[in-house]
């Protein structure tokens, strides 16, 4: 694959975390009047209808052959992936659960290597290490947070954030094989959206689905899901699918690093939070395990 091809797929996977890291100020608004699952379904309803419009042509694929990647893509990258994320918030700290769900990248090379036979290096692994202290002192520091939420439930936040990295590689490795496909992306993300909504349904009932349908009048409201359904669900998961077609499930993944380095970046621009010296070395040593992660694949 040519060096500008893969010039555009670092810069779409560049966008897309720069986006997925400060949606926590639109989620953190809505969170006042809104349940995690109801943000959940309404960005992806808006996501769904926003490309619709802008592809508003029938996707034909080749039955169920085609039509069984969809499925997984729709159940693991849509559906389960945050719905894990979102349950495991309710067990433990939001730090811990970003430092565990960072850890995908590790679990989209194994199973890369294991399904599309990919050969990893040993920088691969260190970046990994180096990368992942970066993330913790960046969110442990950065929140001012210690260890709190890792004994009793939390241990059970843990176990469900990791599946939520698992389960983030099989959306990625699946994304990789949709691609070979050679589908229009946005046709291929919207009907991933489809098919995450279908599976979604039939959970809400016991996530506490009960919208306070007159909040969602007010103009924030609505500005912010907005935000999050065309920014971080359309606009992103269009971005992400193209820079996996472009880089490969493994490499792209490895921006997944950056996410909680640029979360404390945009806090301390947009809500003022100082930026403490563990915090920069954290910022510095996850950039650091990206670069070396990238020289092993």
Same mark, same amino acid.
């Given at each position: ?5 893969q010039?555009r ?15 926590f ?9 809104l349940?995690? +699952? &109801? +943000? %959940?379904?309404?960005?992806?309803? +808006? ?15 080749e039955g $169920? ?6 499925? $997984?893509?729709?159940?693991t ?28 990248? %590790?679990?989209?090379g ?7 036979? &990919? ?9 990994f290490? $180096? ?8 969110s442990? @520091? ?5 260890? &709190? ?11 469900? @954030? ?6 983030w #590689? ?13 589908? !229009? ?18 959970? %809400? ?6 919208? !306070?349908?007159?909040?969602?009048? #007010? %103009? ?5 899901l ?26 792209t ?7 909680? @380095? ?31 992660? &990238?020289?092993?694949?």
């Amino acid at each position: 694959m040519g060096a500008p091809t893969q010039a555009r797929g670092h810069v779409y996977a560049l966008v897309t975390v720069l986006v997925w890291a400060v949606t926590f100020v639109s989620t953190k608004v809505l969170l006042v009047h809104l349940a995690p +699952i &109801e +943000i %959940l379904f309404f960005r992806f309803v +808006i996501g769904f209808a926003a490309l619709a419009a802008l592809r508003p042509r029938r996707l034909r694929v080749e039955g $169920l052959a085609q039509e069984k990647w969809f499925m $997984l893509a729709g159940a693991t990258g849509v559906t389960l992936y945050y719905l894990l994320e979102n349950i495991a918030l309710t067990f433990t700290t939001a730090s811990i659960v970003g430092v565990v769900v960072a850890a995908a990248p %590790l679990f989209t090379g194994i199973l890369s290597a294991v399904v599309l036979k &990919e050969r990893l290096h040993a920088p691969f692994f260190l970046g990994f290490v $180096l990368a992942m202290a970066g993330v913790c002192l960046v969110s442990f @520091a950065g929140s001012g947070v210690g260890a &709190e939420g890792m004994g009793g439930t939390g241990l059970v936040g843990m176990a469900l @954030a990791l599946a939520a990295a698992a389960t983030w #590689a099989v959306y990625s490795v699946v994304t990789k094989k949709v691609a070979a496909f050679g589908f !229009d992306s946005i046709l291929v993300t919207r009907r991933t959206f489809a098919w995450g909504l279908l599976f979604m349904v039939p959970t %809400l009932p016991f996530l506490g689905f009960s919208p !306070d349908w007159a909040s969602l009048g #007010a %103009l924030e409201m609505w500005g912010n899901l907005v935000f999050l359904g065309l920014g971080a669900s359309a606009l992103c998961f269009v971005t992400w699918n193209l820079a996996v077609r472009a880089l490969g499930p493994v490499r792209t993944s490895l921006y997944i690093y950056l996410v909680p @380095a640029l979360t404390v970046l945009a806090s301390a621009a947009v809500l003022g939070d100082p930026l403490t010296p563990p915090v920069i070395l954290g910022v510095v040593l996850t950039i650091g395990g990206l670069l070396l992660s &990238e020289r092993g694949k």
